[in-house]
């Protein structure tokens, strides 16, 4: 899989409407804007091609490598990840630097390119910002301020592991899937879900188990897990693995909320 292109996915699925409506920012506070995923903002309407043209820019920041994170957008606070490995949390209104925390970064001289930082959007619940870091680890940070609340391992950079994703906050937990780097060498795909206020992983976990013997490992989940609270239903797609016809990857698959199982 080209990094490159999952990168531009990334930023192009889900554009982020900052200035949605007259005087003021709409919340926008995960990838995607909301659980299902819609990318419609909470507050404001939508960018049309008719008010395009008139879009002129308030503010410029830069910051301190390439940006592969979406941005989200919580109580007039941006924050974004780059490259670099650090997390920033800017002023909507100038773009001034209230935080920034550094949260690591992922060297793999097989991968291009083969070093990266934050690609994981945040998703900010109740305070906390929770998003993958530029290492091995999953953060939950204190909104504002970025102070880390508490991290988790969740998986091996040396082995393959690397955050791509973005996390779903829902039913006490938080929801993020696991994928390799660039799939050399590939990592054992699953969703993890944590603790929002310990970051302990419930019970509750989806592991991709391949069906050839001779692959244990592979069909990463590198895109961000969709959740419909009505039905208790946990949508993902799956990746590479060494067969198109192996196991559950190259999928689509609806997991139930509690227990993270396969439905279909």
């Known amino acids: ?100 925390v550094d949260l690591g970064t992922t060297t793999a001289l097989q991968c291009e390119p083969s070093t990266l930082g934050i690609t994981s959007s945040p998703a900010i619940e109740n305070g906390t910002v929770f998003l993958a870091g530029g290492d091995e680890s999953f953060y939950a940070l204190k909104a504002g301020t970025l102070e880390i609340s508490w991290s988790k391992p969740l998986g091996n950079t040396a082995q393959g592991y690397y955050g791509w994703c973005s996390p779903a906050v829902a039913g006490g937990v938080v929801l993020q899937g696991i994928s390799s780097n660039c799939d050399t060498p590939f990592v054992a795909g699953r969703v993890v879900a944590m603790d929002t206020q310990s970051g302990n992983t419930i019970d509750d976990e989806f592991l991709v188990k391949p069906q050839w013997p001779y692959n244990s490992t592979g069909s990463g989940v590198w895109t961000s897990p969709a959740v419909d609270l009505d039905r208790s239903a946990v949508f993902v797609t799956t990746g590479s693995a060494l067969d198109v016809h192996d196991g559950h990857s190259f999928s689509l698959l609806r997991l139930s909320l509690q227990g993270l199982r396969v439905v279909d």
Not at 47 to 65: H, N, Q
Not at 79 to 100: F, M, N
Request: aromatic share 10%.
């Open 1 to 100: 899989m080209d990094v490159r292109q999952v990168m531009w996915n990334k930023i192009l699925i889900c554009a982020l409407f900052l200035w949605a409506r007259p005087g003021g920012a709409s919340d926008w506070p995960k990838y995607c804007a909301n659980l299902e995923l819609t990318g419609v903002a909470q507050s404001g309407g939508a960018i049309t091609p008719f008010t395009a043209g008139t879009l002129s820019r308030k503010w410029l920041v830069r910051l301190g490598g390439p940006i592969a994170s979406s941005p989200a957008v919580a109580s007039n606070v941006v924050y974004v990840g780059d490259w670099s490995g650090w997390e920033h949390a800017l002023a909507v209104s100038d773009g001034h630097r209230i935080a920034a």
